[in-house]
């Protein structure tokens, strides 16, 4: 019994003492609902290409540390990308001409009321450059916070102006 | 004499609310590359549900730290020549009286919107500032990291 005890209360005890969490962020996050604009689709094909470089970014929340491996995150997101453009009728080809180059630039988990984790992405169009900025929901399940940042972002992405812009031939 | 479950329980309801009561912590990055220099401008936006003109304290806490060209208020009425955005978010919470637990500020490049610098400061209700302390905390953690340490 006293053995038991013991052992609850190391867990515990790590439990709420500061632990390192590095997240693999998953593939296969479907993207947040949106819909489109009408507009033309099956025009020239898009190449994606993630534009970060191998860094892991670590932010505090609560009594955990979040490490973020930016490239696995902005792997992560072309995924899910790459299957809302083709669902919608934008061809992905790896060796089109025209590409649309990703990068999540920042990952940080923030706990208030919940885990929320906030994405900033940076896409680049040709010379054009747009930030894009998560605002997902929180969740007491932290994995859940992540999916639901990286569904926010695509959807973000798929309806951008300057991105629908540069899907049409812009 | 009690159980082995409800001392578990007495010694997790006693040492919880004990560890994360205070629990503090700051949190800052400023992007490889990102000019956050004295010799821009900047634009601290007030949010619309931000009733205690937060971007008055950050505008002055820049200010102070020797940010000459800031100016703050409502995003419909910002200046065109700014450089740089600046955006915050006051997370408040309830412990006898209402106290702000999280504060945090970031820094947008204000053509393309990309992040620049990001700042954060994070405090429970034991250990709770007012809104110019973590303001200052957030700040420095960008600007001046190692200070807080």
Known sequence: MRTKLSMRLLAAAVLVSGCTIAHQPSLDVTAAAYVLPSMPRLGEAVKLANAQADEVVASPASSYTFEADLRQYTEAVLASLQRELTRNGFPVDPDAPKTLQVAVVDVEMVFAKGFRCDLNLTLKMGDDVVGIATQSASSNYYPEAIDAALADAVRRIMTHAKVLAFLAGG | ?149
């Not at chain 2, 949190?27 to 401008?41: I, N, S, Y």
């Not at chain 2, 002055?60 to 940010?67: I, K, L, N, P, V």
């Open chain 2, 1 to 149: 004499m009690p159980s082995a479950r409800l001392l578990v329980l007495l010694w997790a309801m006693g040492l919880w609310p004990a560890l994360t009561g205070c629990s503090q912590n700051l949190a800052a990055r400023v992007l490889p590359g990102a000019d956050v220099g004295a010799e821009k401008t900047y634009y601290v936006v007030r949010h619309e549900r931000d009733t205690r003109q937060i971007d008055l304290v950050v505008r002055d806490t820049m200010r102070a730290m020797g940010f000459r060209q800031v100016t703050s208020g409502l995003e419909g009425v910002m200046p065109p020549t700014v450089d740089i955005v600046v955006q915050y978010e006051d997370r408040w919470m309830w412990d006898m009286t209402n106290y702000l637990i999280m504060l945090k500020i970031q820094f947008r490049d204000r053509s393309s919107n990309t992040l620049l610098a990001r700042g954060r400061s994070y405090r429970t209700s034991m250990v709770r500032a007012p809104v110019e302390v973590m303001v200052r905390e957030a700040l420095e953690a960008i600007f001046l990291p190692g200070k807080e340490a």
